[in-house]
């Protein structure tokens, strides 16, 4: 039996989403704590959620993740903290790109900012990363909700990271189309950096925005696509191509941009 924790940074009890009752099923053991109580419990799960999708990420926010994350970092066997916060912005969105950015374990730590909440991926995600470590533990199945789709069985854009689990940005750069020397210009760094260490602490922050844009993905049919995507010039930017931005150092603002439209936001 694997284990789930559903945590929230608020008082109020909460009851786990049905959403994840439905997809676990009754061979996972589920519990639901608020983040502060969650940090100072001994027993880690497998999976830990945390939502924090309609919170203001403070201080003492940041501090309480930053506790659970270092429990989760210092278990044994193979356990992963997932973070969603798709409505995270402005300080709210820098305090949790240094928390991910600042990871012991960046290889247990997932750090959504775009999107609907999907527990599907999160188990997909630890499940790849018991395959990687060789793990003779199975987690339990499995079913699909009723409106999943093909994309659900890998983690999304798993194909962007090293076998560490962090951001790599040789695959970043085959997919957006682009040399490593571009997106060191972009980024404002050195093109060493990059290619001495692709998958390195420091380029996480700002790989992450390039991780929200590939998610277009998801309205595409492939990589091909994606990438005549980034060339095509779009209406509601301005007649220019999302690349077209990016170069112009507004990656940030092409990843909000994705965000509406897989959200059904406004733009």
């Not at 210092?74 to 969603?84: A, D, R």
């Not at 997106?183 to 700002?206: F, N």
């Not at 993905?217 to 990438?227: C, G, I, S, V």
Request: aromatic share 6%.
């Amino acid at each position: 039996m694997a284990d789930f924790l559903y945590t929230y940074p608020d008082h109020r009890q909460r009851q786990t989403p049905a959403q994840a009752m439905d997809l676990l099923g009754e061979d996972w053991r589920m519990r639901n704590l608020n983040l502060e109580r969650a940090a100072t419990e001994t027993d880690v799960p497998n999976l830990t959620w945390v939502e924090l999708n309609e919170e203001k990420v403070d201080e003492e926010l940041y501090v309480s993740l930053s506790t659970l994350a270092e429990r989760v970092w210092q278990s044994e066997g193979v356990h992963l903290l997932y973070v969603t916060a798709y409505n995270a912005r402005g300080g709210s969105r820098d305090r949790l790109l240094k928390f991910l950015r600042t990871a012991k374990r960046p290889e247990r730590v997932e750090l959504d900012l775009v999107g609907a909440r999907d527990f599907a991926v999160a188990v997909a995600r630890l499940n790849a990363m018991m395959s990687a470590v060789g793990s003779s533990a199975a987690l339990p199945a499995c079913p699909t909700s009723p409106d999943a789709t093909n994309r659900h069985l890998e983690p999304l854009n798993a194909d962007l990271r090293s076998e560490r689990g962090t951001l790599d940005a040789k695959p970043i750069c085959k997919l957006f189309g682009i040399t490593q020397a571009d997106l060191a210009a972009w980024v404002g760094m050195k093109k060493s950096t990059i290619s001495k260490t692709s998958d390195g602490k420091k380029l996480q922050e700002v790989l992450q925005p390039y991780e929200g844009v590939a998610r277009m993905r998801l309205l595409l049919k492939d990589a091909d696509a994606f990438r005549a995507w980034l060339r095509t010039e779009e209406p509601l930017l301005e007649g220019k191509s999302p690349l077209h931005w990016i170069k112009q150092g507004k990656v940030r603002e092409i990843a909000d941009y994705v965000d509406d439209a897989l959200t059904g936001q406004p733009s």
